[in-house]
């Protein structure tokens, strides 16, 4: 193991068994067994330690989901998703806090990446003329739910100790983003989807029809009818 690594690997148990979620590069150094000055010639500074910590431990949780195979139902893979964040945070507190905390300077690669994988699976269901809305807004709703009731389990366990709550979250941001066939039947939701799913096909036609210029102001149009209304017709 190298240096860089060996000092991770350091901060990330460290990180991982402190009551109050903070290390001090002096135990980091001391545990790896280096001198401090090697840390900051590596790291820059405790921050940039701290930041490539992060995405080293959230790094294990996004290799499972890039190797789980796609199941035949996105919503199944949706739901899984979830519920791994979700496990995710209980097992790593410190390190999701770290995470989604302001405290770092440097935003950590991991939040882009788990932010591409859920998007991906949101696609999915656009495709299939299940999505309410753009995979994008979609996308930012999801998470902004995932986190906020992962950060409320694990730094307020006594006001929210049922962990059963992340489930229906969960189920009511699905209820929200996804059409249901049975009682979703209007024209506005029928047309919203229709635009969610052509949007969602737009880049991958081949050849492509249009030119750039007219598929972004197609883009646009879809934009506005996937977006438009909740409800405003």
């Not at 001391?30 to 930041?51: M, N």
């Not at 806090?97 to 656009?126: C, D, G, H, T």
């Not at 739910?145 to 962990?163: H, S």
Request: proline content about 5%; overall charge negative; aromatic content about 4%.
């Amino acid at each position: 193991m190298d240096t860089r690594s060996a000092l991770i690997e350091a901060a990330a148990d460290l990180l991982a068994h402190s009551p109050g979620g903070d290390v001090s590069t002096r135990a980091v150094c001391e545990a790896a067994g280096v001198q401090q000055p090697v840390l900051y010639r590596l790291f820059g500074d405790k921050d940039g330690l701290l930041t490539a910590t992060v995405d080293h431990v959230w790094d294990q949780y996004l290799a499972s989901k890039r190797a789980a195979e796609k199941s035949a139902d996105p919503l199944r893979d949706l739901r899984a998703g979830w519920d791994s964040h979700t496990a995710f945070a209980l097992a790593h507190p410190n390190a999701y806090k770290l995470m989604f905390s302001s405290a770092l300077r440097s935003q950590p690669q991991a939040a882009e990446e788990a932010m591409r994988l859920l998007r991906e699976v949101l696609e999915r269901l656009a495709a299939q003329g299940r999505l309410r809305l753009p995979p994008d807004e979609a996308a930012r709703m999801v998470m902004t739910a995932n986190t906020g009731v992962a950060l409320a389990l694990i730094t307020r366990p006594a006001l929210y100790p049922d962990r059963h709550l992340s489930e229906l979250v969960r189920d009511a941001i699905h209820r929200d983003i996804l059409l249901d066939p049975r009682t979703d039947t209007t024209e506005h939701d029928i047309r919203r989807a229709a635009a969610t799913t052509l949007l969602s096909a737009l880049g991958d036609l081949t050849p492509q029809p249009f030119t750039q210029a007219e598929s972004a102001l197609l883009g646009q149009w879809l934009l506005h009818i996937a977006g438009k209304g909740r409800g405003d017709g």
